[in-house]
């Protein structure tokens, strides 16, 4: 019998999971704090927390493989879009096409002012293609946590949720005709250049109406009680999340079309609590600090004036789309203003994005990659609070006082 | 500040006013959008008045004057549809009823109007707790005399208006076991209640003017009363009914008012006695908590008898009035509502099969809206 054999040795040698769990801890607690007295967004501390000690930032503590942060990140999501698409009424473009309207200008402004921007700064078309299909997308996540938080309805709450699923979509439907493209600059033959996106969008949305019609059957049997059905509904997205990763089709996509499916096939409205429950909650305060962690400014060092610029061209299309469009889809200044503004918001669908392309294109990961993860990371702390105002000036919010 | 000269207008016009309850359609909880839907329809031509009430989540409709049930449904109609296809396209639905089911006071918002915001100070979270949604009737007199006897004439009927429009059984979540919970609300307003019996109008302006000196109230619209004379309009504003589920039944029971207050003015020709009060809070109750079920005592001969049954000899002696006013098809649907039940039962039986009050709120949202 030795010293050894029952005290731990010395220096402890502690798992990187301590770590996080501490950073989880402090990250709620500093997210609390900036509630309180600056009222800010909650997801504003758990990004910025993650971004300060992880490797981007002070480096406190250790790397963790992104393998193994990518299962958070992906369920979150998950939880986070299908969220998203359950909330959000498809039936309401066919009575109030503006919106559509809207939403297609919105995101095709988007793309062209981002493209010519990219080629003024001599970037190959196909690689600034890729960039400007990715700041399509608004951040579901920021979008759906920041109403959550808010607890914000009305018309501004309503068509940000509904024109946040669809640029999502365009963003990831776009992008994987991008990417081929990019394969056939490369020398791919043509059937292998045009073989891929259609092998995701279909397998995907094949996926998506599985998981919809499965949800509806189950809904059928267990719906009476809330939260068994939550339960159910957690797992199912975690099996679809990764079933469609395993299948390497579009998480993001399957989860996004599984929630417009089923809101749009039932003749009922459900309400579930926020993130489906606790646990999905906990899962999608972790994706925000990993968020964070995974953050990186080097595209400063790259080109600050081109992340500068990316960030407002992006942000004066989308508004200007909006404000287009505003008295034709039935909603004043002010609230064209906020919606506008708050389609800006960046986060993990772009990200994600970028990191898909990085790992296919090691190239566009040490250039333009940098320059597009420094956009998200900004877009990432000033969108919910851009969101929280948005929300807030049009009176979406409740009232504090009686 | 005195009361205002009481105009003349047509006898036996009608008049409808209907509070009205806007919803997310995402869980079909109360939602803030009275602004967006003002907006949106002062852009299109609409008959009556669209206008906006205490909280953000309800708007009022109101017709123009009209002298029969024909013209009366054809005009709610077109407010329906105007108001409808607002929401569709602003993804807002809209429903009558009395009550929402499920909204929480504290979260309705104070509509952004002088007025609102007075009272909302006033009467603190009794403004709040006031977003409810009632029927409102007016009943065209020739003169003010006339319209005081008028009032305490229908004041023995009150029970019949809201036996027949009760729509509001839930509050808060729950199932409160009145037919129209609606009315709890309105008696805890401090000048709720029944007009004083005053029968000439130099009278009720005296009254007035002592009310008025005690600074209690500046104008008519400070008293919540069930019946209230409008001197401005000409008319008696009956304000018991609830929103009912849908404008053919709101057309319905105004002109059921209006057959027998033809009733009362040409054929009854009896005076009203201060003692027709004594069994009117008794009545009152009876047809809040039971509705059609509710038992009704006669204040002249103290005779006992449902509401549904007095409902039903109101509709036989009144038959050849309704008829004059081209009404026979609003009496039927009164006789329906006898038969079928009123809204509290359609909206007890729409939870009973569905055991969810936000699906309860969208069937009868999908009943109000039509299509």
Redesign the interface.
Known sequence: MTWSAYLPGWPLEVSPALWLALTLVVAVLVGEVLVRHLKLPRIVGYIGIGLLLGPGGLALIPQVPATEWRLVVDLALGILLFELGS?V?LR?LK??PWIAATSLLEASATFVVVFWLLKWFDVPAITAAVVATIVIATSPAIVVRTVTESRA???VT?RLMLMTALNCSYAVIFHKFAVAAMYGETGASLIHTVMPPLYVLGGSALLAVLFGVTFERLHHHLG?HEETFSFVLFGMIAFATIMAATLKLSPILVLLAAGLITRYRRK??H?FPPHFGSAGAVLVVLMFIANGLAGDLGGFGYSLLLVLLLITVRAIAKLLAVLALANQS???LRQATALGLALIPMSSVPLLLTMDTATAFPAFGSGLGLVLMSCIVILELAGPIVVQMALKIT??T??KK? | MSLMPFASSRPLSIGVELELQLLSCNDYNLSSSAPDILRRVEKRAHPGEIKPEMTRSMIEINTSVQQEYGGLIKELSALRDVVSDTGRFLNVAIAGGGTHPFQHWSEQKIFDAPRFHHLSELYGYLAKQFTIFGQHVHIGCTGPDEALHLMHMLSRYVPHFIALSASSPFVQGHDTGFASARLNSVFSFPLSGRAPFVLRWDEFERFFGKMAGTRVVESMKDFYWDIRPKPEFGTIEVRVCDTPLTVEIAAAIACYIQAMSRYIMVEQRIEPEEDDYLVYTFNRFQACRFGLEGVFIDPRTHEQRSIREDITDMLARISDHAQELHAVEAMERIRDILIAGNGASWLRHAYAREHNLADVMQLQAELWMGK
């Open positions: 909330k009424n309401w009575a109030n309805q009305g018309q309503d009476h009922r409205t309400t039935g909603i004043g009176g979406e409740p009232d009686i």
